[in-house]
């Protein structure tokens, strides 16, 4: 058998299994140069590899006749980090009141992952005057995987913190 094995893999965004990514390009033939009837592909096809560059992979050509043997050999493919967006949520409050207890929307987790520890800040400061005021969301833990971001590509949107006149009784 002659393998021309593929030369590159389409690239995936973290979440996505390697069996996502087409290998391109490859073909084999027979020792008198007969085309070879089989299909490249990846050998551990469900994994879900981590974000990065230039990872290694095992790839395979089986072979449609079932007396020859399974060829494999490794190729290279780039992993983007997902896109995640944490989103505060606008609260309102009044006056004098204590501070609500700010949480965010999230959008984009992969495999089953969820995050927790987002921090927030505020421009409202201890005594402010009635208003809005900007909410910023930071950090956060991912939990149910490497627990740190370098799988995303956090994009943080602020909320609005309406702070209200106190209502007299």
């Not at 299909?39 to 879900?48: K, R, S, T």
């Not at 939990?143 to 006149?165: D, H, K």
Request: aromatic share 8%; with cysteine; hydrophobic share 35%.
């Amino acid at each position: 058998q002659r393998i021309l094995w593929p030369a590159q893999a389409e690239e995936l965004t973290y979440g996505e299994a390697l069996s996502e990514s087409a290998l391109l390009g490859g073909g084999a033939t027979e020792a008198d140069y007969e085309m070879l009837n089989g299909v490249f592909q990846w050998e551990n096809a469900d994994y879900v590899p981590q974000a990065g560059d230039n990872q290694g992979f095992a790839i395979q050509f089986v072979a449609d006749h079932a007396e020859l043997q399974t060829l494999e050999n490794n190729l290279q493919v780039n992993i983007k980090p997902a896109q995640l967006t944490i989103t505060a949520d606008n609260k309102t409050m009044s006056v004098g009141d204590e501070k609500p207890e700010y949480t965010a929307a999230v959008q984009g987790l992969a495999n089953g992952e969820s995050i927790d520890q987002i921090t927030f800040s505020d421009s409202a400061g201890d005594y402010s005057v009635p208003g809005e005021y900007c909410i910023t969301p930071s950090g956060g833990k991912i939990v149910g995987g490497n627990e740190s971001l370098e799988n995303y590509e956090a994009v943080y949107q602020p909320g609005i913190l309406t702070i209200l006149e106190k209502e007299t009784p």
